[in-house]
Each structure stands twice: as structure tokens, then as C-alpha cells.
């Protein structure tokens, strides 16, 4: 057997020295989501205090806001449950209040970013956490690029946002005073804001704002009984009909 005698200047190649790992995208999605619900954070503070207290003052254990808040995660929803709980409510009544008020999620499923979102984990809960903050950030033109670990840590923040609030609400909801006024128009002050920054955002596509208003008027008009689920029908339906009307206008991309 003949060995090959070694060669006179071989080095041995160099180990590669470790280089520092970039940080994981669902950290710095987390950190970029920390930006991009510092507003609506401010807005969940008041609507949760008022909540936790309200829990407390219907003669709940205060533990329920957190576990609503946390399970439930349905705001105005949860708002009607604490009366609802109080007043022995049926379970049917329950779930057919819980369908009505929150059937509007079914047409924020439509358009809502869900598919930039890896794994199935993931998908789930952003599906449970999908709410009508979550959905006003992410349907503007600037969220369009956004990946997927910045759409959920969107979620995951404005859900510990209102896990918190209800909490401390709960906790604190006896050192709030009776007469303190506000707190109940923060619901729709926030609502306000997310929709300014909507119309802002439609760079000229003025007819939307319109059609959503023509929409609840048509609702008031015509079914006053189920003006939420009528509205949102009446509206998606006009959005169907002129996105079908525009597309087919001569000379357009």
C-alpha cells in the first residue's frame, strides 16, 4: 500500500469563526407592530378599564375581564355579555347575540391579509384575533407589503393591549370614580380616527366612504331589524358591482 507523502505548505483550511444570527422576523415583526398600534394601544386603555370595572360592578369575580378578554377577545361583544351573564341570559339567546354582532368578521375575512401568514399556528390565530382594529390598520395601501410575522404581532399586541386594560380595569375598576365622563365616548373616538386614516389613505376613491354611507341608509330604510348585517350585505354588494363596472371600462389596466 503506498502513501502519498504529504505536501510541504498544505495548511489545514481556516474554521469559519460563527457570525451572529440575524434576528428571528417574528421578533422584529413584533418590534415593527410595537409602531404600528401605538395609537389604537392608547384607545384599548380607557375601553379596557371601563370594561374590567364594569365586570366588578355586575358582582363578577374580577378574573372573568381577563378571561374574557382573552378567550372571548370580541369587545363590543363582550360588553353585552357581562348583562347578558347578570341576568341568566339562555345559551341560545347568548350564541345568537354573539353571531349578529360579530357576523361583520365574516366580511373583513374577505380582503384581510391572511395569506402572508406562515404556518398553521399562525393562520389560527390569526383568524381568532382578527378584529375591526386589526383589520383598519392592515387593509390600508401602506400594510399591502407588510409580511406576515408584522401582521400578527399586530394582533398579538392589540390583544394584550386589551387583555391588560380589561385586567387592570378589574383590579383598579373601584378606584375610578362614579361620575368620571369619557370613557364610554373612547370606543368611538378610536373608530373615528381609524376611519379618518382610511379616507386619507383611498388616495381620490371618494365613492367608497360614500357607498358605505348609502349603504346604512338603504339598511335603515329598508330593514331596520338587522341594520349591522344588512349594511355590510348591501355594502359588499356595491363594492362587487363597481369593482365588475370598472374593470370593464375600455383602456383600463
Known amino acids: 500500500m503506498r502513501i ?11 474554521t469559519p469563526v460563527p457570525t451572529s ?18 395609537s389604537v394601544g392608547l384607545a384599548f386603555v380607557p375601553i379596557g378599564l371601563a370594561f374590567g370595572a364594569l365586570v366588578t360592578q355586575s ?10 378578554a382573552a378567550l372571548i377577545y370580541a369587545g363590543s361583544f363582550e360588553f353585552l355579555l357581562i348583562g347578558m351573564v347578570a341576568a341568566a341570559v339562555p345559551l341560545a ?12 368578521h365574516v366580511f373583513y375575512a374577505l380582503s384581510y391579509p391572511l395569506h402572508r401568514v406562515q404556518g398553521r399556528l399562525g393562520k389560527a390565530y390569526g383568524t381568532f384575533a382578527l378584529s375591526d382594529e ?11 407589503s407588510w409580511p406576515g410575522p408584522r401582521i400578527i404581532g399586530l394582533q398579538l399586541l392589540l390583544h394584550l393591549y386589551w387583555v391588560g386594560g380589561a385586567t387592570a380595569g378589574a383590579l383598579l375598576g373601584s378606584l375610578i370614580p362614579e361620575g368620571v365622563t369619557g370613557l364610554d365616548f373612547a370606543l368611538t373616538a378610536l373608530f373615528t380616527v381609524l376611519a379618518v386614516d382610511a379616507v386619507r389613505d383611498l388616495r381620490g376613491d371618494l365613492p ?20 349591522l348585517l344588512a349594511a355590510f350585505a348591501l355594502f359588499t354588494l356595491g363594492l362587487l358591482v363597481r369593482h365588475l363596472a370598472t374593470g370593464r371600462r375600455p383602456g383600463r389596466a
Do not use: H, Q
Open 134 to 144: 386589526a383589520y383598519a390598520l392592515t387593509s390600508g395601501e401602506k400594510a399591502r
Open 208 to 227: 367608497t366612504p360614500l357607498l358605505a354611507l348609502l349603504s346604512a341608509l338603504f339598511a335603515r330604510l329598508l330593514f331596520p331589524g338587522e341594520l
Open 59 to 68: 358582582g363578577i369575580d374580577w378574573w372573568w375581564a381577563s378571561l374574557s
Open 4 to 14: 502519498a507523502p504529504p505536501v510541504v505548505g498544505d495548511t489545514p483550511a481556516p
Open 21 to 38: 444570527a440575524p434576528p428571528s422576523r417574528p421578533l422584529s415583526g413584533l418590534r415593527v407592530a410595537l409602531g404600528d398600534t401605538a
Open 93 to 104: 339567546s347568548i350564541a345568537a347575540t354573539a353571531f349578529m354582532v360579530n357576523v361583520r
